[in-house]
């Protein structure tokens, strides 16, 4: 969240760091088996492939709260860095494109953005 003012604030290799622990509570929260990706900036993506909506959910959740907790090293302290997340479930039965399930993640984040950041806000690819 407003990672622009982290960049303003601490200076872009301050930045740098804070993406790449980022990064590491990413895949640190995730299975082997989940893909870990960065899309550009400050976005990241998380596929978590045979994982039921409520589990998806918990899952976000519990790296939100991790990312929350977490004093990264160029912060001055713990809560400086929260994160807003879209957590989007595709059943099995479909397989989309990246370009059609994207724009509807991305609606996600913006939502949990607009109702004030630092949450996660989950649906159902149809």
Do not use: W
């Amino acid at each position: 969240d407003k990672f622009k003012n982290i960049n303003d604030t601490y200076g872009h290799p301050a930045g740098d760091d804070v993406l790449r622990e980022l990064a590491q509570v990413l895949r640190d929260q995730t299975r082997t088996l989940d893909h870990v990706f960065r899309f550009g900036g400050e976005e990241f993506g998380v596929v978590l492939p045979h994982t039921p909506p409520g589990e998806m959910t918990h899952v976000c959740e519990r790296i939100r709260i991790k990312v929350e907790e977490t004093h990264f090293t160029s912060m001055p302290k713990a809560g400086a860095v929260t994160v807003s997340m879209g957590a989007l479930s595709v059943g099995s039965e479909k397989r989309p494109k990246l370009e059609d399930v994207y724009p509807v993640a991305d609606e996600l984040i913006y939502r949990a953005k607009q109702e004030g950041r630092n949450r996660v806000i989950s649906d159902t690819f149809k």
